[in-house]
C-alpha cells in the first residue's frame, strides 16, 4: 500500500494530537516494511527533523487554510502520489479519490460544548460529523470516545476502531539523577506540583489552582505549582486567578519543548490533573511512565488510562483536589505505590501496538470496505 498521512498538525502547537502523529508515523515506518509512507505536511524539512525515521516520503502540503487544502489540494496530492488511501485527523477532504481513514481522538465538543464555546464553529463540527460518516474507518483513542462515537453519529460499530496511545519508554522513565539544568532553566528552586496541557477551560486549572493554595497553606510554604502548556481559548480566567495568589507560588512554562518533559515529571512531586472532560489523557500516561505520582479526575477516558496507579479526585470540589494534594505529597507509602504501579500500568500502552491496530485498518480500509463516493 501507498499510504498518505496528513500531518500539518506537526508544525503546530504542542497538543495530544501532534504527539500522536509524530509517534504513529515513527511507529508505521518501522512495522510497515511492505508499505509505502507519504506524510504531508507544512513543513517538510522541519517535519523530516522531527522524525527519526528514514523510510518516509514526504510532501509539502498547502496552503494553511482548510478552505482550499481540503477540497482541491489534499485530493490532487493524492492522485499525483498513486495513494492507495489518506489518513486525516478529525476533517478529511469533502471528496478523495482513494479511500479516506480518519482519527476522531473525541468529540467533546460535541458532549461537553460549555467546555469549548469559542473553540469549534459550527461549520468545523458539522465537517467532523461528514468525515466521520464518508470514512471507510474511524479510529479514536479510547473506549470512552468509541462510546460516544458510536451513539451521537450513529456509525456502524465494525467501522470504529480503537487504538490507544502509547507512551515512549525510552525517553518517559524513571531517571536515577537529576536532570542538570532544567530547575535553572524554568526557575523551579524547590518542590513543585506539574499541571500540563493547554491553558484552557477544559483542564479546570482556576479551581486547581484555588484547590492548590488552599493545600499549600498546610504544607512548605515553598512549594509551586508549574503549568507547562501554551495559551489557549479563555486563558485569561487562568491567568487572572494565578494573580490572586501569593506571589511566586504559581509557575507558568509556556509550551514546553518534547525534550524538557521527561526531566519535569521526574523532578515534579506529582501531576495534578483534574481535567473536566479528556478523550484520553496522555500526561497522565506519561507522568506514570516516569514513576511520578499521579493525582487526576474519573472523567472522561481517564479511568482507562490511569486504573489503579492513580489517586482520583472530583474536579468540581476544591476541597477534595486540596485533600487530595496534600495526601499525594504527604503520604509516604502511597507515593511508593504510585511510584511502582504507574510504570506497571504504563507498559501496557505501547506505540507499536498502536501502529499495529492502525495498519490492521488501513488494510480494511484499502482492502475489505466498499468504495464510497462524495
Known amino acids: 500500500m501507498r499510504i498518505g498521512i496528513d500531518a500539518h498538525a506537526v508544525n503546530g502547537k ?30 517538510p ?28 489540494v489534499v485530493p490532487a496530492l493524492a492522485l499525483r502520489d498513486r495513494l492507495s488511501l489518506l489518513h486525516s485527523q478529525y476533517i478529511s477532504p469533502p471528496f478523495s479519490p482513494v479511500r479516506d481513514v480518519v482519527t476522531i481522538h473525541d468529540i467533546l465538543f460535541e458532549t461537553d460544548p460549555h467546555l469549548f ?42 467501522k470504529v476502531i480503537v487504538t490507544p496511545n502509547g507512551v515512549d519508554r525510552a525517553r518517559f522513565r524513571p531517571m536515577e539523577s537529576e536532570p542538570a539544568g532544567i530547575r535553572k532553566r524554568y526557575r523551579l528552586d524547590g518542590p513543585f506540583l506539574l499541571a500540563v496541557g493547554r491553558i484552557e477551560p477544559r483542564k479546570n486549572l482556576p479551581r486547581l489552582i484555588r484547590a492548590f493554595s488552599r493545600a499549600r497553606q498546610k504544607l512548605s510554604r515553598g512549594i509551586q505549582l508549574a503549568i507547562a502548556g501554551p495559551e489557549d481559548f479563555r486563558s485569561g480566567e487562568v491567568f487572572q486567578e494565578a494573580e490572586r495568589q501569593t506571589e511566586g507560588s504559581i509557575r507558568f512554562l509556556g509550551a514546553v519543548p518534547d525534550a524538557d518533559l521527561p526531566a519535569l515529571y521526574n523532578l515534579a512531586e506529582a501531576l495534578v490533573y483534574p481535567s473536566l472532560a479528556e478523550g484520553f489523557g496522555i500526561p497522565v500516561l506519561e507522568a506514570m511512565a516516569c514513576g511520578t505520582p499521579v493525582l487526576a479526575s474519573p472523567r472522561g477516558a481517564l479511568p482507562e488510562v490511569g486504573g489503579d496507579a492513580v489517586l482520583w479526585v472530583d474536579p468540581e470540589d476544591e476541597e477534595a483536589i486540596a485533600g487530595g494534594i496534600e495526601t499525594i505529597v504527604t503520604d509516604s507509602s502511597l507515593r511508593d505505590r504510585l511510584r511502582k504501579a504507574g510504570p506497571e500500568r504504563a507498559e501496557r500502552f505501547q506505540w507499536k501496538q498502536t501502529a499495529r491496530l492502525t495498519l490492521e485498518a488501513y488494510r480494511r480500509a484499502a482492502f475489505d470496505t466498499p468504495r464510497k463516493g462524495c
Do not use: C, W
Not at 45 to 67: C, G, I, M, Q, Y
Not at 123 to 138: C, G, H, P, T
Not at 140 to 158: G, I, K, M, W
Open 117 to 158: 464555546e469559542g473553540a469549534f464553529s459550527a461549520r468545523s463540527v458539522s465537517l467532523i460529523r461528514r468525515s466521520a460518516r464518508r470514512a471507510a474507518m474511524v479510529l479514536t483513542v479510547s473506549e470512552f470516545s468509541r462510546r460516544a462515537l458510536l451513539e451521537r453519529y450513529e456509525l456502524p460499530p465494525e
Open 14 to 43: 504542542p497538543q495530544g494530537s501532534r504527539t500522536y502523529l509524530l509517534a504513529l508515523i515513527e511507529a508505521l515506518a518501522r512495522l510497515s516494511e511492505d508499505d509505502e509512507i507519504v506524510v504531508y505536511s507544512f513543513r
Open 45 to 72: 524539512e522541519e517535519t523530516r527533523n522531527l522524525l527519526e525515521a528514514k523510510r518516509l516520503e514526504h510532501r509539502r502540503v498547502f496552503p494553511d487554510s482548510a478552505r482550499l487544502r481540503l477540497p482541491v
